[in-house]
C-alpha cells in the first residue's frame, strides 16, 4: 500500500506540472512497476493431494491473489503530439499464494493452514503499446505483451518442487497515466497504472508430481492478470 500511495502523491503533483515538452520525437528510458493481481480461468484441478490416501479431490490451484515486481527498458516514439508507440524489455517476478489443501498436506493427510504455499515465477516480458497523448500531461495506452516464461518454483511448508511454466505466451495491456517535466534539469517522467491479462495458461499442460509416487495432480489452466502501479522516467 506505501508504494500504492507514492504513486498516488506523483499523480496529483503532475496535474500542476509540465507535461511532454514539443519538439521531440523519441525517448528511452526505465521503468519500475509494483504489482498486485490473482488468476483467472482457475479451474479445479483433480488429483490426489494425499499421501496416506488415494481418493481423488478437486481444488483450485490458486488460494489468494499475488505479488510482484518488474523493471525495465523502454522506447518511445511518437509519431506527432497525438500517437506513438512504445516497446518495453522488462523482467518480472510475480509471488502468488497457493491452496494449502494440495501443497501443505502432511503425511497422515492433514493440511496446514498456518502455513501458505507459495508460486514464484520469473519471466521476461516485452509489451508493444500504441499510446495516445490528447493532452501534453496525460496519456491512454493498449496493446500486447509477449511473454517468455523463464521457470518457477512452489514452496510449500516443508518442501520445494519445480514449477513447469509454459514457455511462452502473451497478454492484453490497457493502461494510462500522467507526464511530469521538469525544464531545469530536462527530465522527463510519468506515472500510470497497467492492467496486463494473461491469453495463454501460465503452466504447462500435463500431470504434476507432487510427491514422488504417491501424490500428483493435473495441470492447472490458470492465467494471470495483473494491476501494476508504475513509475518511468524519459531521456
Same mark, same amino acid.
Given at each position: 500500500?506505501?508504494?500504492?500511495?507514492?504513486?498516488?502523491?506523483?499523480?496529483?503533483?503532475?496535474?500542476?506540472?509540465?507535461?511532454?515538452?514539443?519538439?521531440?520525437?523519441?525517448?528511452?528510458?526505465?521503468?519500475?512497476?509494483?504489482?498486485?493481481?490473482?488468476?483467472?480461468?482457475?479451474?479445479?484441478?483433480?488429483?490426489?493431494?494425499?499421501?496416506?490416501?488415494?481418493?481423488?479431490?478437486?481444488?483450485?490451484?490458486?488460494?489468494?491473489? +499475488? $505479488?510482484?515486481?518488474?523493471? @525495465?527498458?523502454?522506447?518511445?516514439?511518437?509519431? /506527432? #503530439? !497525438?500517437?506513438?508507440?512504445? &516497446?518495453?524489455?522488462?523482467?518480472?517476478?510475480?509471488?502468488?499464494?497457493?491452496?494449502?489443501?494440495?501443497?501443505?498436506?502432511?503425511?497422515?493427510?492433514?493440511?496446514?493452514?498456518?502455513?501458505?504455499?507459495?508460486?514464484?515465477?520469473?519471466?521476461?516480458?516485452?509489451?508493444?503499446?500504441?499510446?495516445?497523448?490528447?493532452?501534453?500531461?496525460?496519456?491512454?495506452?493498449?496493446?500486447?505483451?509477449?511473454?517468455?516464461?523463464?521457470?518457477?518454483?512452489?514452496?510449500?511448508?516443508?518442501?520445494?518442487?519445480?514449477?513447469?511454466?509454459?514457455?511462452?505466451?502473451? +497478454? $492484453?495491456?490497457?493502461?494510462? @497515466?500522467?507526464?511530469?517535466?521538469?525544464?531545469? /534539469? #530536462? !527530465?522527463?517522467?510519468?506515472? &500510470?497504472?497497467?492492467?496486463?491479462?494473461?491469453?495463454?495458461?501460465?503452466?504447462?499442460?500435463?500431470?504434476?508430481?507432487?510427491?514422488?509416487?504417491?501424490?500428483?495432480?493435473?495441470?492447472?489452466?490458470?492465467?494471470?492478470?495483473?494491476?501494476?502501479?508504475?513509475?518511468?522516467?524519459?531521456?
Amino acid at each position: 500500500m506505501r508504494q500504492v500511495a507514492i504513486i498516488a502523491l506523483f499523480l496529483v503533483a503532475s496535474v500542476f506540472a509540465d507535461g511532454v515538452p514539443d519538439g521531440k520525437s523519441f525517448y528511452w528510458g526505465g521503468h519500475v512497476s509494483w504489482i498486485l493481481g490473482s488468476a483467472w480461468n482457475d479451474k479445479p484441478v483433480k488429483g490426489v493431494f494425499s499421501v496416506s490416501a488415494s481418493e481423488v479431490n478437486e481444488y483450485e490451484l490458486l488460494k489468494a491473489g +499475488s $505479488l510482484g515486481l518488474e523493471l @525495465g527498458a523502454l522506447c518511445w516514439f511518437r509519431l /506527432n #503530439n !497525438l500517437v506513438g508507440f512504445e &516497446g518495453e524489455a522488462n523482467v518480472k517476478l510475480v509471488d502468488a499464494t497457493l491452496n494449502d489443501r494440495i501443497y501443505n498436506r502432511t503425511v497422515d493427510g492433514k493440511y496446514d493452514e498456518e502455513n501458505d504455499a507459495s508460486l514464484l515465477v520469473w519471466s521476461f516480458n516485452v509489451p508493444l503499446v500504441v499510446r495516445f497523448t490528447p493532452t501534453p500531461s496525460f496519456f491512454l495506452e493498449t496493446g500486447a505483451q509477449f511473454n517468455v516464461n523463464l521457470g518457477g518454483s512452489i514452496f510449500s511448508y516443508d518442501d520445494s518442487f519445480d514449477f513447469d511454466a509454459e514457455p511462452l505466451g502473451w +497478454s $492484453l495491456v490497457f493502461g494510462g @497515466g500522467v507526464f511530469s517535466y521538469n525544464p531545469q /534539469n #530536462n !527530465l522527463l517522467w510519468s506515472a &500510470g497504472i497497467r492492467l496486463a491479462i494473461d491469453m495463454t495458461r501460465i503452466e504447462k499442460e500435463g500431470i504434476v508430481e507432487i510427491r514422488k509416487g504417491v501424490a500428483y495432480r493435473e495441470a492447472s489452466p490458470m492465467k494471470f492478470w495483473n494491476f501494476q502501479c508504475d513509475l518511468a522516467f524519459y531521456f
